[in-house]
């Protein structure tokens, strides 16, 4: 990006509210975002990296989930606001009222606090992307995943110079794939 001299500024938003700040023009764009969380943005068509939700938990004799359906007897942390794609997304909106199959944290250091709740067994489980519990692997194991899907960078509607910056980001995308095969 340098070459073409593209600078950036990397704001940490709450997810909900950055999605928000870009769909407004009060942020140009998003590093890490899926068509589904925003559709309105403008999306470049080479993935910048990918994700992959997983269940973990810091209790070690804790039994793996095969799959979802076994969750109905236990209880999971999530974050507020926050999309964790199929399955994990249609059991947490059939069952949000219910206290005993979820707890919503808010604010931050939310890996930490999750690792502590399933140590102190107040949750079984918690939902989070394995590239952001890769540092707390030694604490923790995950148990069940779902398959790897690819982060885009989506631009705001507003911003004027999506479709250039979208170009030169997906052209430099594929030469760098392409020098590593």
Partial sequence: MEKNNIGMTIDFLPWKRAIKSVQTGENDA?????????PSLSFTTVPTMSYRVCLFSGNSKIEEIKNITQ???KRIGIASQYGYG????KYILENKNNKDRILTLFGGNLVSRFIL???KKRI??????ENVVNFYRKKIKSTFCTKKNPFFIGFSPLY???EKLIKILDDEALREDFSRN
């Fill in 30 to 38: 998003l590093l890490t975002v899926v068509l589904e969380e925003a």
């Fill in 117 to 119: 709740l399933t140590q």
């Fill in 86 to 89: 199929a399955p994990f997304d």
């Fill in 160 to 162: 004027i110079n999506k």
């Fill in 124 to 129: 079984s489980y918690f939902l989070e992307d």
């Fill in 71 to 73: 969750l109905s007897k």
